[in-house]
T-cell receptor, first 110, second 113 residues
Framework: SQQGEEDPQALSIQEGENATMNCSYKTSINNLQWYRQNSGRGLVHLILIRSNEREKHSGRLRVTLDTSKKSSSLLITASRAADTASYFCATFDSNYQLIWGAGTKLIIKP | DADVTQTPRNRITKTGKRIMLECSQTKGHDRMYWYRQDPGLGLRLIYYSFDVKDINKGEISDGYSVSRQAQAKFSLSLESAIPNQTALYFC????????????FGPGTRLLVL
């Protein structure tokens, strides 16, 4: 079963614009992570936010977490062509396994 | 992550054949994982291992087996491959002491005819 669900499934924006992706999950969590996957390649960890945190920044990335709504958002500011990728959220379940959403496919148009 | 390698990178096999996918890591991590990814979907956990003597089934272990030959090596076997096992397979590692971040290999693209 998939814990996280990303929204939208696909997003296409112009280079320089901001991109926002959302993730909803079903059960209580200790942390939520965001990963990026370039086409057909392995996933790369972007950022981890713990359940007692509300917002976290890393470079052009901003992640928010609302545990009351069981949702998180990933904002990429000033997008670049190299940001074109799929983005996944993942949460730990009670067995310490990462449960993944289906991902948001982001396309940055030059 | 170049510290996590997978072989082969691509494999075509026939229904009923036994195949093995291998994963090696130089990160010194104690935990290793095998996932599969189907088009348009996220990752699903097949097996995971928290140390050499610890093997656990994941969400979709049926039809698969694993071997943790050493801390650095974790192999996934398909005993009798079937077409719906066609997928992209990823190995990942994590460090119990460093937290929950996982580091992924480049993936193995498997086609079962």
């Amino acid at each position: 079963s998939q814990q996280g669900e990303e929204d939208p499934q696909a997003l296409s924006i112009q280079e320089g614009e901001n991109a926002t992706m959302n993730c909803s999950y079903k059960t209580s969590i200790n942390n939520l992570q965001w990963y990026r996957q370039n086409s057909g390649r392995g996933l790369v960890h972007l950022i981890l936010i713990r359940s007692n945190e509300r917002e976290k920044h890393s470079g052009r990335l901003r992640v928010t977490l609302d545990t009351s709504k069981k949702s998180s958002s990933l904002l990429i500011t000033a997008s670049r062509a190299a940001d074109t990728a799929s983005y996944f959220c993942a949460t730990f379940d009670s067995n310490y396994q990462l449960i993944w959403g289906a991902g948001t496919k982001l396309i940055i148009k030059p | 992550d170049a510290d996590v390698t997978q072989t082969p990178r691509n494999r075509i096999t026939k229904t009923g054949k036994r195949i093995m996918l291998e994963c090696s890591q130089t990160k010194g991590h104690d935990r290793m994982y095998w996932y599969r990814q189907d088009p348009g979907l996220g990752l699903r956990l097949i097996y995971y291992s928290f140390d050499v003597k610890d093997i656990n089934k994941g969400e979709i272990s049926d039809g698969y087996s694993v071997s943790r030959q050493a801390q650095a090596k974790f192999s996934l076997s398909l005993e009798s491959a079937i077409p719906n096992q066609t997928a992209l397979y990823f190995c990942a590692t994590s460090d119990r002491l460093a937290g929950e971040t996982q580091y992924f290999g480049p993936g193995t693209r498997l086609l079962v005819l």
